[in-house]
């Protein structure tokens, strides 16, 4: 009665292949977006400092404008 059960070998099937395969890359789409989407908020933070120094840039020479012209206005 000392009967023993066989092993088997495990084995990968097709569907469990071809999902392994999706999963990989689906995971290296979402590597790829994440990079893209990194790079994006850099260019975006650059582009809103450039916006921020233009807009004092213009506030910077209107004020001086004022100050011109009541410094020519009063002798």
Known sequence: ??????????????PGL????????AKLQFDALDTRLHRI????????RRLWLTVYGVAAVILA???????????
Do not use: K, N, S, Y
């Open 18 to 25: 071809r999902l392994e395969a999706q999963e990989r890359v």
């Open 1 to 14: 009665m000392g009967e023993t059960r066989p092993t088997f070998e495990t084995f990968e099937c097709a």
């Open 41 to 48: 908020e850099g260019l975006i933070e650059r582009l809103e």
């Open 65 to 75: 404008q004022v100050v011109q012209g009541f410094v020519t206005a009063t002798p």
